[in-house]
C-alpha cells in the first residue's frame, strides 16, 4: 500500500512565499512523475506543475517564475515552492505521484489528502 502525506501550506499575504511537500511511503519501487494540482472553491482541479524522473519540470502558465517544483528521488518526497504570491494562487493543492509498487510491473497514480494555501490581499 502507498500513501503520499502533505504538509505546509498555510495564510500568508500576497508577495509572500510559502512551502508545501508531499512524501510517498510504502511498497515504492520506484516513483515516475510527481505533480502538484489545486482547486480553488467553485472551480475545476488543475495542474499548477509537474516534475518527470531526470528531473525535467513543467509549469502552469500562471505560476512560471514563481514556483518551483523539485524531487528526492532517495526519500520520496516532492516540494513546490512558491513565491510572489497572489490571492487568486488561493486553493487547496493536492500533491500526485505515478507509482510503481514492488510487487507490480506497472505505474499507479495516487493523491495526496490536500492542503489548504490561502493568500490575503
Known amino acids: 500500500q502507498v500513501q503520499l502525506v502533505q504538509s505546509g501550506g498555510g495564510l500568508v499575504q500576497a508577495g509572500g512565499s510559502l512551502d508545501v511537500s508531499c512524501a510517498a511511503s510504502?511498497?515504492?519501487?520506484?516513483?515516475?512523475?510527481w505533480g502538484w494540482y489545486r482547486q480553488a472553491p467553485g472551480q475545476q482541479r488543475e495542474l499548477v506543475a509537474q516534475?518527470?524522473?531526470?528531473?525535467?519540470?513543467n509549469y502552469q502558465d500562471s505560476v512560471k517564475g514563481r514556483f518551483t517544483i523539485s524531487r528526492d528521488d532517495v526519500l520520496n518526497i516532492v516540494y513546490l515552492r512558491m513565491n510572489s504570491l497572489k490571492p487568486e494562487d488561493t486553493a487547496v493543492y493536492y500533491c500526485?505521484?505515478?507509482?510503481?509498487?514492488?510487487?507490480?510491473?506497472?505505474?499507479?497514480?495516487?493523491w495526496g489528502q490536500g492542503t489548504q494555501v490561502t493568500v490575503s490581499s
Open positions: 500526485t505521484a505515478d507509482v510503481q509498487a514492488t510487487d507490480s510491473n506497472s505505474y499507479r497514480t495516487y
Open positions: 510504502g511498497s515504492i519501487l520506484r516513483v515516475n512523475t
Open positions: 516534475i518527470f524522473r531526470g528531473a525535467v519540470e
